[in-house]
């Protein structure tokens, strides 16, 4: 299962603007990724009431993954990497524009 971690980089977290910028993104990839703190259950990324009901706060580590079944898909592994490297860029912007 392919993984990137992050530090979420806005100053209230993911919360309100910042948490809708970053779904959208996940959107965009049209993959199933999911956000956890390391030690924690995963919650769907692409869902904007989950991502802001865990409490990803500024500073704090994620961990972004994609299931494997996503890659039978017709999606490589680099495509899925590049995938989630860019997604951790949204999360380190210092702004939620």
Known sequence: ???HKAIV???IGLHARA????VRAV???GLPVTIRKPGHQAVDARSLLEVMTEDFGHGCEVVLSVSAEALQADRTLDEVNDALTGLSAV????EGR
């Open 19 to 22: 948490a809708a910028v970053f």
């Open 91 to 94: 999360l380190e912007a210092v």
């Open 27 to 29: 959107t965009a990839t």
């Open 1 to 3: 299962m392919p993984e």
């Open 9 to 11: 980089a806005a100053e």
